[in-house]
DNA sequence: CTGAAAGCGCTAACAC
DNA sequence: GTGTTAGCGCTTTCAG
């Protein structure tokens, strides 16, 4: 049997020559007779009102009409085109996602709750990808929006002057890592000021009082916002000298600085993330240092493997789910024409491992 | 200023009263006026048809019209609506992807090589995640479908013959990691066997002839191909005595069948995936047993990680991104109305890192 | 309880 | 070049 020839026996049977109808441009759709509501109406015998009642569920059909109706759209193989209702509801029932990389485990997190959450309610979820370009990334919200009746924008990299002149085109909008300072547009946000605070009074009631910090890229807002907690973190402290040292993001990154994390006299480390403490732990490792016993290492996030590398790691987790579901409350109160809450800092958690430890005798 | 304040003056000021309007119901739309064609061509004095071709850039419009219709779009904060293009055009110029689970990293990567791909061409994406419920699926694969131009399904679990009586209705479709035999449906899979057999190959030609194999969940479909590969594989090796150990997907049960692998006297592990490979590497590690000088092991997937364990894993790779980028190549070519190519199987290539070596002495 | 009719916002023949 | 007109497929008042 050819699926191939039954489809093409009735599609010739069904409709004259497609080429006729207008509105048809770029890649052709599937050439499916695709029943509409006027077919399935006829086929019944009712009226296109009636049809719509019926395929939505309205009470106030006659049984005996509803019937018939089901049976007609059953026949024709009818499916309600999604985008006339939306017009006509003014309502698409989608809201979209646009992340600067959904390589990052973070984002993924992200869309993941919100995915989940959102279809809770029935909306569905249309994701973009920024590729951390800027000019991309606005043109993107934009047009992201116009597709769908709601936005969420995770840590958006557009200068904020922009930002602001677009909040108004993008409502109902909500912000991941990011906030708008006297708009009204919701903020969802972790604090990483406080998981660094958490990770400096960990090391230092661990005796620590050399610091070395592997810092991210340049241009990460993340890596701007943890270099500076850092700071304020150690400047608060009686004695704790801070070391920076421009490292990078990824794993490779953190395996060449080993080095010059030696040299740099701390005993303790902090890395940008995850990535790059476990890059330094295997840098440390090669050249015979041992973790924790002659230097603590910490990360930040709280990726899954951070609990499998030897040693496991101490790192802050932050609530990377948690972040897509409450955007999704926000995105929904909004869609409801309500307040959309108070805007929120979560607060990492720190989980000590075993990747940090006393300071080594006579090395305080 | 108040963003609210402006917004509010605004509408009241362009606007009688919203409930008048029909077709509002559920949570209403952001309340902003929203400028319609008919505006934007009153405000300029020109027809509809004119600002509509302005708006898509046609080159036929007098440049002194083009430039007030421009003025005006912007004057009224112009948008047109998607949604209205996309019932005209007949045409989302959205394709929707349908996942089991989105913390799958394989899925993950398809993702992101399809919503890559399908950005080149304009193309926006819509994700739905199953959760493995496989009623939940054909049902969000139909409504997706409605909602898109064209559906990517990866690795669906509804029974084949359910899928090949939806197939008709989701078109175009591509399938990824499932085929459709006799159907026209595009279909792109890894060839998980012949990952397998590569591995196998490489454990004999280091002497290996016990081998124990770590199975996955007993409702995957992979494992099922893995296990079944790796049977077939053995059998035809002159003298490969195999073991199959239940063990399931993660570092943990990967750890906890530690002992059971030694016990096994395999001298070789072949794990369902990487993770398994994660959690044997350290539970074998734990228990004194030195990889590969004792035993070796072998992953699958290469995940990141893999190359980042101590030892490094070997293990056999799959184009998880190509995947996504050829799936978008497929429902392109269908979209366009031509044939999609022909299907393949991607070859996991094998991956030799530090964690397989020759038998130790004595044990062959 | 059902149908007729208007409209959602945009596009594209077709005529001027 | 530009406007007129007729849809795209569905929903929803409003009469009856």
Redesign the pocket.
């Known amino acids: 049997m050819s699926l191939t020839g039954d489809r093409r026996a009735e599609q010739s049977a069904e409709e004259p020559t497609d080429g006729s109808r207008?509105?048809r441009?770029g890649p052709a759709r599937s050439d499916r007779p695709?029943a509409?509501?006027?077919r399935v109406a006829e086929a019944a015998g009712?009226?296109?009102?009636?049809v719509?009642?019926v395929?939505?569920g309205s009470p106030?059909?006659?049984a005996e009409?509803a019937a018939r109706v089901r049976a007609a759209a059953e026949e024709l193989n009818y499916e309600?085109?999604l985008v006339?209702?939306s017009?006509?509801?003014?309502r698409t029932s989608t809201v979209s996602l646009i992340v600067p990389d959904l390589s990052n485990p973070m984002f993924q997190d992200v869309l993941r709750g919100l995915s989940h959450a959102a279809a809770g309610r029935g909306y569905r979820l249309l994701v973009a990808e920024s590729n951390e370009n800027v000019a991309e990334e606005a043109i993107l919200a934009v047009e992201a929006r116009r597709r769908s009746d709601g936005l969420v924008l995770a840590s958006p990299r557009v200068p904020e002057a922009e930002l602001r002149a677009l909040s108004d085109r993008l409502a109902p909008l909500v912000l991941l890592n990011r906030d708008l300072p006297g708009s009204n547009v919701p903020s969802l946000s972790v604090d990483y000021a406080a998981g660094i605070a958490a990770i400096v009074a960990h090391l230092r009631s661990l005796g620590h009082r050399r610091i070395v910090y592997l810092a991210g890229p340049a241009a990460s807002t993340s890596n701007r916002e943890r270099q500076a907690a850092l700071r304020a973190a150690c400047a608060a402290e009686p004695v704790c000298a801070l070391t920076e040292l421009p490292c990078g993001a990824t794993f490779d990154d953190g395996h060449a600085s080993a080095r010059a994390v030696l040299r740099s006299g701390a005993t303790a480390v902090v890395a940008f993330n995850d990535m790059v403490a476990f890059g330094a732990l295997s840098g440390l490792h090669e050249l015979g240092i041992g973790v924790p016993r002659d230097l603590s290492v910490a990360g930040f996030d709280d990726i899954p493997f951070a609990r499998y590398t030897t040693p496991p790691l101490t790192t802050a987790s932050i609530p990377r789910n948690e972040l897509g579901r409450q955007a999704w409350d926000r995105l929904w109160a909004l869609l409801g024409g309500g307040p959309a809450g108070h805007d929120v800092h979560f607060q990492p958690r720190l989980l000590v491992r075993d990747s940090t430890g006393p300071v080594p005798a006579g090395r305080g």
């Not at 017009?87 to 003014?90: E, F, K, N």
Request: charged fraction near 15%.
């Open positions: 207008p509105g441009r695709s509409t509501i006027g009712v009226s296109r009102a009636t719509s009642r395929m939505n106030t059909v006659a009409l309600p085109s006339a209702r017009l006509a509801l003014g």
